[in-house]
């Protein structure tokens, strides 16, 4: 199944703490997000919440190969969700 890799609380942490040592990064430095497209996504102020989660299953119909994601606990019905519930970070990038 592939399971793509999740940034912990921690991995944040440490990048947060290189931050201290950058002159360049100061509080006013922008945050975005890349989203593959050809320009980079603005992240609102009031973007981050923690939220509860559940894991989820999902086989593409061609190859029959096993994805596996996350969705929100009030989503996680409708998608299969399985497993434990999880506190998680969310960054929310909704237009």
């Not at 922008?30 to 989660?53: H, R, V």
Request: negative net charge.
């Amino acid at each position: 199944m592939n399971q793509p890799e999740n940034l912990t609380v921690g991995q944040l942490r440490q990048f947060l703490a290189q931050l201290n040592d950058n002159p360049e990064i100061n509080d006013e430095t922008k945050i975005f997000l890349d989203t593959g497209w050809d320009s980079i996504q603005e992240i609102t102020p009031d973007a981050l919440s923690i939220e509860e989660a559940q894991s989820f299953k999902i086989e593409d119909p061609l190859t029959h190969e096993l994805f596996g994601g996350y969705s929100l606990l009030e989503k996680a019905e409708k998608m299969k969700g399985e497993g434990l519930i999880e506190k998680v970070l969310v960054i929310r990038n909704l237009y």
